[in-house]
């Protein structure tokens, strides 16, 4: 397993820590341990930032070819840490731990601020996805244009492969008609040799009889 692989890993396991504490655990501790609870999450939501950053490092140093999905992944885990630490600032105003001397107005305000916040957190996960949809269809783009440049060159080979072939049956063919025609004369050379010592034959057969 790689480095950003366990980092995932870690960083999944505090989640689910964290979640668990504000989830159940805040919600049913008395007012006195409220406190503890808060720095047992505050502790671990340390250690994801920790194995966010180790994320980050990876990234950094992976090759061309798989730094594209590493990022990707890493964007979607800080989209996660970020989406806790709005849960844990929300769990602090509600049980009052560090808020105590804000007013009412002041509160919803605050609340209202952590609320844009997550969208706005939220349209940038957004716009990383898409960036990293086009990252990877500008990729597809790539490869599918190197496919076309090396089938056209394919075909040209082929092209040139049958120019050549069709020089080669050209000239055999031009070597055959030619074997052909000394063929003939050949022929017509010997019938004529013959039909001379025909007619000799019988001039001399004329000539002893007569």
């Known amino acids: 397993m ?26 049913r501790a008395q007012k006195e341990n409220k406190k503890l609870v808060f ?12 194995a966010l950053k180790e994320m980050q490092r990876e990234v ?10 590493l990022s990707y992944k890493y964007r979607a ?29 002041e509160q919803k305000t605050r609340t209202q601020v952590l609320r844009n ?19 990877e269809t500008e990729n597809i783009g790539n490869d599918v244009t190197n496919e076309l440049y090396n089938q056209r060159e394919a075909l040209y080979r082929t092209r040139d492969m049958l120019d050549e072939t069709d020089g080669a049956l050209d000239k055999s063919r031009r070597t055959l008609l030619h074997m052909a025609q000394r063929a003939i004369t050949n022929k017509i050379a010997l019938i004529s ?5 025909v007619c000799i034959l ?3 057969i004329y000539w002893k009889f007569s």
């Open 2 to 27: 790689s480095g950003f692989d366990n980092a995932v890993e870690d960083f999944t396991e505090l989640k689910k820590a964290i979640e668990n504490l504000v989830n159940t655990k805040l919600p």
């Open 39 to 50: 720095n047992d999450i505050h502790r671990r939501l340390d250690a994801a930032e920790v």
């Open 60 to 69: 950094d140093k992976a090759l061309p070819a798989e730094r594209p999905k």
């Open 77 to 105: 885990v800080q989209s996660d840490y970020n989406s806790l630490v709005r849960q844990v600032g929300l769990a602090k105003q509600q049980n009052s731990l560090s808020s105590d001397h804000w007013n009412q107005p």
């Open 117 to 135: 916040q997550g969208a706005i957190e939220r349209t940038g996960a957004a716009l990383t996805r898409t960036e990293q949809l086009a990252v």
């Open 193 to 197: 040799i013959i039909v001379i010592e």
């Open 202 to 204: 019988a001039g001399v």
